[in-house]
């Protein structure tokens, strides 16, 4: 028999002993520790290793627990309980929601889930320090926007003011702002906040138009490092404490110098091929400044390495953005008020979708697309590959969108990379590489195929989808095309009767393989062969096979 509970703990599962009552105070502070991280189960009558022990007499009635644990808890947690038997034992699932506030017990203590360096999970206290952190990832708290009480306005930098309205210009920024004086320029773009008789910078405000001096003392976390590696060498290490438009300046220049470009001629035209698109790093970089944790230690890092650029930045994605739904979320910035002045200078997409300009800077050129799966709960961190240009598969990018007079498509250009990578698709494996539903990504496929750059095979659920020839020739792989077109009907029926004659019978996922079908255009193939007397199945459902027709 199976196990269907987990023996050992991680980050969303608590195990907790019952043989000797576990103690109600250690029950609800397992509680409002997963409440306050990211939510999770516990099983109650599990021992650390994970032996199963079973529920304690007294803790046989399960109504009281979830009862327990919302008097216990401020606010209440409302938890859901369930018996689970296993290995002649009944052990409780506490399954506990994550909190978009903060939880503590009814004494008023605290605590989060954090991992510890060997990799398992322990509750340590939630500081007053870190409560904003917790609520600007939830994103109940704007902390850009937040007055710094012990700042004043003449910790402000004219030149930086100075150097907003010159990105504005140089950018395209909303140009209404080039019309306002300092004051009302503070105040449209909420760097200032009257408390009373004073006029106090915001942490934005600070942060865009500080001194360096002020933002030393009174944003320590502010920090952005630019590092070349060659292999284990570091060639270039530096560190900026400076506002934020000088570093963004800084950090481009250190990019421009170091970025190669070749040309390619494509019709009349010369098309620049660069290591890495500039506006897909200038939106990398952007958004790494703009969302940070700047309650949290530590800097933004810019590593350029032998096989790509990695941007880091303290803080995870923020509440309802995960890798799974990165390209469709609306967004979500960390620090609203600090994204909408950027925003309104000109230095990101104005959409809020600066992610899209970033993944068709990499996928274009036929590289792959940025990679996010370095990050975790406290760190965004992506990936930019400098792998070589595929120049035929952008020459046939640039053709189709000179033929549509409009650029090609996001999920138009995912799905022709990912045919690239893994020569067939379906259906459901679109939807899960545009992240959107199934009945777009079928409009999607379909659209392609009206643009003869895909092929669609077969029918229904079962169709499939690989490059076109007319795709394969541009670049400079017919012979994949051959391979992936697979074969027609009455070559099917050949290979399926030559298979039969050699092994004796067939089945459906062997049909499949053999054919390179999916498994309902294997179904229907046997099926009509049956009709047309050909082969005669043996069985039902799983255990059917096919033999030769008598008169065969």
């Not at 320090?129 to 910790?155: I, K, W």
């Not at 600090?338 to 899209?356: F, H, P, Q, Y």
Request: include cysteine; hydrophobic fraction near 40%.
């Amino acid at each position: 028999m199976n196990r269907t509970i987990p023996d050992r703990e991680s980050m969303t599962i608590e195990l907790k002993s019952d043989r000797s009552r576990l103690p109600d105070r250690d029950l609800v502070t397992a509680v409002v520790c997963l409440a306050n991280t990211e939510g999770g189960n516990i099983y109650l009558g599990v021992e650390k290793d994970g032996a199963i022990t079973g529920l304690h007499p007294e803790h046989q009635n399960l109504a009281t627990l979830a009862a327990l644990i919302a008097n216990r808890t401020s606010p209440p947690v409302s938890v859901r309980v369930t018996a689970l038997q296993e290995m002649g034992k009944t052990i409780a699932r506490i399954e506990v929601p994550k909190s978009l506030r903060l939880v503590a017990t009814a004494e008023g203590l605290l605590q989060r889930r954090r991992l510890q360096a060997d990799g398992t999970p322990q509750c340590v206290p939630f500081h007053p320090h870190e409560f904003a952190s917790r609520q600007s990832d939830l994103g109940v708290l704007d902390y850009a926007a937040l007055p710094v009480t012990q700042a004043t306005e003449a910790d402000f930098d004219p030149l930086e003011r100075e150097r907003l309205r010159q990105l504005v210009e140089r950018y395209g920024g909303d140009r209404l702002l080039l019309t306002l004086s300092d004051e009302e320029l503070d105040g449209a773009l909420g760097f200032i906040r009257t408390e009373g008789q004073r006029r106090v910078p915001t942490v934005a405000g600070l942060l865009i138009l500080g001194r360096e001096a002020a933002l030393r003392v009174h944003l320590p976390t502010h920090e952005v490092a630019f590092q070349v590696l060659e292999g284990t060498q570091v060639r270039v290490n530096d560190f900026y404490r400076v506002p934020l438009l000088k570093t963004f300046e800084r950090v481009m220049e250190q990019f421009e110098t170091r970025v190669q470009e070749d040309e390619i001629q494509v019709g009349l035209f010369r098309v620049p091929i660069p290591t890495f698109d500039k506006r897909a790093f200038r939106e990398a970089l952007i958004n790494a400044l703009t969302h940070r944790d700047y309650t949290r230690l530590g800097a933004v890092h810019v590593r350029w390495e032998t096989d790509g650029l990695i941007i880091s930045n303290p803080g995870g994605f923020v509440e309802g953005v995960t890798l799974e739904n990165l390209l469709v979320v609306e967004p979500k910035p960390r620090n609203p008020l600090l994204a909408d002045a950027i925003k309104r200078i000109g230095l990101t997409e104005r959409t809020g979708r600066g992610v899209d300009l970033i993944y068709e800077g990499l996928l274009r050129y036929g590289r792959p697309a940025p990679d996010y799966s370095r990050s975790d709960p406290t760190t965004v961190v992506v990936q930019l590959s400098s792998a070589q240009a595929d120049i035929p598969f952008l020459q046939m990018v640039i053709a189709e969108e000179e033929r549509t007079g409009i650029r090609m498509p996001l999920d138009s250009l995912i799905v022709l990379a990912r045919l690239r990578k893994e020569r067939r698709l379906d259906v459901q494996a679109t939807a899960s590489a545009i992240q959107k539903n199934e009945s777009v990504a079928r409009a999607v496929l379909e659209r392609l195929v009206e643009a003869g750059l895909i092929e669609g095979r077969g029918a229904t659920r079962g169709r499939t989808y690989t490059l076109s020839a007319q795709v394969y020739q541009r670049i400079g792989q017919g012979a994949d095309y051959v391979r992936q077109a697979g074969f027609d009907p009455i070559q099917q029926e050949q290979m399926v009767l030559q298979y039969v004659r050699t092994q004796g019978r067939i089945t459906r996922s062997e049909a499949a393989e053999l054919c390179r079908l999916g498994s309902e255009q294997a179904k229907r193939l046997l099926t009509r062969m049956e009709e047309r007397s050909l082969l005669v199945q043996t069985g039902t459902r799983k255990g059917a096979y096919y033999e030769l027709a008598p008169n065969i």
